[in-house]
């Protein structure tokens, strides 16, 4: 009989085989195909460049969203608060990891509850989408949120990981009448995502008519969950069940401008693969609103906020060298700089 992990013990193996192993997908984001076109006479200062956004009423300082990595454990506790003083420090968003394991153990919760440290960022909520196939209500929705004072709720969505894991809940039917109803009896923005194997224009549609707030295409080209499975797999057949699945998914520049084109009145978080501030400004020039970044803040995460801050100023003043180096003075003017694929 394959044994079943208990949840906070898998939550413990994901963050352990992040910073242990290599679990990077097959497939590069697509972003390495796009080039800016280089202005030699911006007709800017440096300091004049404005990386300011504002998302669901929240002004960011930099548009920059902490992806949904972890919780339910002291460690991640522990990286929850540096990744939240370090994002209330620069001025850029977050969310946390699933909080299923604290609803169904609510003395887990404090490793989820950042609010004390990040009074002033635009912090969103997560559930797996699948739970509202399993018992999960609008009610479950709401005190997530309540939980930690969110300001939004990601429900994320993982179909090939569930089904790569022995514990798998795998019941996708009639998912999308629920995340509708949850869309639309929740009072703060919803938000939906993949985990790392992209959105495609067909899910962005059936998404935009079920009235999500934003989506985060979560493309394929960073951390493969496959690979994090196969890296926990309990048996050998599990572990060759996942690592066929090493290349799949959409790269994160197709999936966003797949999306883009096919619901371009809703806002789009582009993740999955984003390394450097020149990644960010090329998502944002390909009609993101917010770059995610998980993978390259982790392990700053575990040392401390200061280590934390450094990362995400220095994406910081990469995002700001590329707008100056295309004259663009403020993100508007960043979306019309030239980009062109090669």
Same mark, same amino acid.
């Given at each position: 009989?394959?044994?079943?992990?208990p949840?906070?013990?898998?939550?413990?193996?994901?963050?352990?085989?992040?910073?242990?192993?290599?679990?990077?997908?097959?497939?590069?984001?697509?972003?390495?195909?796009?080039?800016?076109?280089?202005?030699?006479?911006?007709?800017?200062?440096?300091?004049?460049?404005?990386?300011?956004?504002?998302?669901?009423?929240?002004?960011?300082?930099?548009?920059?969203?902490?992806?949904?990595?972890?919780? =339910?454990?002291?460690?991640a506790? #522990? %990286?929850? @608060?540096? *990744? $939240?003083? +370090?994002?209330?420090?620069?001025g850029?968003?977050? &969310?946390?990891?699933?909080?299923?394991?604290?609803?169904?153990?609510?003395?887990?919760?404090?490793?989820?509850?950042?609010?004390?440290?990040?009074?002033?960022i635009?912090?969103?909520?997560?559930?797996?989408?699948?739970?509202?196939?399993?018992?999960?209500?609008?009610?479950?929705?709401?005190?997530a949120?309540?939980?930690?004072?969110?300001?939004?709720?990601?429900?994320?969505?993982?179909?090939?990981q569930?089904?790569?894991?022995?514990?798998?809940?795998?019941?996708?039917?009639?998912?999308?009448?629920?995340?509708?109803?949850?869309?639309?009896?929740?009072?703060?923005?919803?938000?939906?995502?993949?985990? =790392?194997?992209?959105?495609?224009? #067909? %899910?962005? @549609?059936? *998404? $935009?008519? +079920?009235?999500?707030?934003?989506?985060?295409?979560? &493309?394929?080209?960073?951390?493969?969950?496959?690979?994090?499975?196969?890296?926990?797999?309990?048996?050998?057949?599990?572990?060759?069940?996942?690592?066929?699945?090493?290349?799949?998914?959409?790269?994160?520049?197709?999936?966003?401008?797949?999306?883009?084109?096919?619901?371009?009145?809703?806002?789009?978080?582009?993740?999955?693969?984003?390394?450097?501030?020149?990644?960010?400004?090329?998502?944002?020039?390909?009609?993101a609103?917010?770059?995610?970044?998980?993978?390259?803040?982790?392990?700053?995460?575990?040392?401390?906020?200061?280590?934390?801050?450094?990362?995400?100023?220095?994406?910081?003043?990469?995002?700001?060298?590329?707008?100056?180096?295309?004259?663009?003075?403020? *993100? $508007?003017?960043?979306?019309?700089?030239?980009?062109?694929?090669?």
């Amino acid at each position: 009989m394959t044994k079943v992990t208990p949840l906070s013990e898998r939550k413990s193996d994901h963050i352990r085989i992040n910073l242990e192993a290599d679990v990077r997908s097959g497939l590069t984001t697509g972003l390495e195909r796009y080039r800016f076109e280089h202005q030699a006479l911006p007709e800017l200062n440096l300091e004049d460049v404005d990386t300011r956004i504002s998302v669901f009423g929240h002004v960011l300082q930099v548009p920059l969203l902490i992806s949904s990595m972890t919780g =339910g454990t002291p460690e991640a506790q #522990r %990286v929850n @608060r540096h *990744l $939240a003083e +370090a994002a209330q420090e620069v001025g850029v968003a977050m &969310g946390v990891g699933s909080q299923r394991v604290a609803l169904e153990h609510p003395e887990r919760a404090a490793s989820f509850q950042v609010r004390r440290w990040a009074p002033d960022i635009l912090l969103f909520a997560n559930l797996g989408a699948v739970q509202l196939n399993y018992g999960y209500t609008v009610d479950h929705c709401r005190r997530a949120v309540d939980m930690i004072e969110a300001d939004g709720l990601i429900l994320h969505l993982n179909p090939l990981q569930e089904a790569l894991q022995p514990e798998g809940e795998t019941r996708f039917a009639g998912l999308l009448k629920k995340i509708e109803a949850v869309c639309r009896a929740l009072e703060v923005p919803v938000v939906v995502k993949e985990v =790392g194997w992209g959105i495609s224009a #067909r %899910v962005a @549609r059936m *998404l $935009a008519d +079920a009235g999500v707030a934003a989506i985060d295409v979560a &493309g394929a080209g960073g951390t493969s969950w496959s690979q994090v499975e196969m890296h926990r797999a309990p048996t050998e057949w599990h572990r060759r069940l996942a690592e066929v699945f090493v290349d799949w998914g959409i790269p994160t520049a197709e999936s966003l401008v797949q999306v883009k084109q096919a619901v371009p009145h809703l806002p789009v978080f582009a993740s999955g693969g984003l390394r450097t501030g020149v990644d960010l400004a090329k998502v944002l020039a390909l009609g993101a609103d917010l770059g995610g970044f998980a993978g390259p803040l982790l392990r700053p995460a575990t040392l401390s906020t200061e280590a934390v801050v450094r990362e995400l100023r220095l994406l910081e003043a990469q995002l700001r060298v590329t707008m100056f180096s295309v004259a663009a003075a403020n *993100l $508007a003017a960043l979306r019309q700089a030239p980009l062109k694929r090669v």
